[in-house]
């Protein structure tokens, strides 16, 4: 199968389990049957542009996200990161920037953290 299959179906099955939605309930909310999502899962199957409507539907995310290649946030983590480039429009370069490295250096020592 295509890596882009592949890759598709790893990206439905991740946010499906960021959300703690099994495949059981994404299969009823879709309409399809449980061997089929999980063919699409595996990339073993070619999911209709209609399907993958009503996989990102039942997910609640936009299908574009399906076709992204960033790590999926949640929907409640997709409205706050929203909100945080509404801000983010409203201030100036100079803020941005400011604002980044911020943001950037909580990130690393974090990440320094979690690996002590």
């Known amino acids: 199968m295509d890596d ?18 099994t495949q059981e309930e994404l299969a009823w909310k879709c309409g399809i049957s449980l061997n089929f999502l999980g063919q699409i899962e595996r990339g073993q199957k070619k999911p209709s542009i209609d399907t993958i409507k009503k ?38 370069e100079e803020d941005r920037k400011m604002i980044y490295n911020i943001m950037k250096s909580i990130l690393i020592k974090r990440k320094k953290r979690k690996s002590k």
């Not at 882009?4 to 939605?21: D, N, S, T, V």
């Not at 992204?68 to 990161?81: A, F, G, H, N, R």
């Open 4 to 21: 882009f299959y592949i890759i598709l179906g790893k990206k439905i099955k991740e946010i499906r389990q960021k959300i703690g939605m």
């Open 55 to 92: 996989i990102s539907t039942a997910l609640e995310i936009s299908p574009s996200l399906l076709f992204d290649t960033m790590i999926y946030p949640s929907p409640k983590e997709d409205i706050l990161i929203k909100k945080i480039q509404l801000l983010l429009k409203e201030g100036s």
